[in-house]
């Protein structure tokens, strides 16, 4: 269930997704809803050290910022400019 409330991490994580979720869920009971499960787990993972320095640290760093504040955190202009990019939308007008 996480995995569809959480598209993003299976996709972060790569083949190495499954396994390190069930070792987490053996390990550490579901505590407050599948939301939390998600937030919980990846910060094991980043508690632990892993993934290891690269892209997918870096973007689960990212995952887990966006989503463990009482708020979501504003993005950078760069952010913002690429995600209207990717959304087929041309930040400069028509």
Same mark, same amino acid.
């Given at each position: ?80 400019? $690429?995600?209207?990019?990717?959304? $087929? ?6």
């Amino acid at each position: 269930m996480v995995a569809k409330l959480a598209p993003e991490l299976p996709l972060i994580l790569g083949a190495g997704y499954r396994s390190a979720f069930i070792a987490h869920a053996q390990r550490h009971p579901m505590r407050g809803g599948y939301r939390q499960d998600a937030l919980d787990f990846a910060e094991q993972l980043l508690l632990d050290g892993r993934p290891a320095q690269g892209r997918a640290r870096r973007e689960l760093r990212r995952w887990w910022l966006d989503r463990s504040g009482p708020a979501p955190r504003p993005l950078s202009r760069l952010e913002r400019l $690429g995600r209207l990019g990717r959304a $087929g939308r041309s930040p400069i007008g028509r």
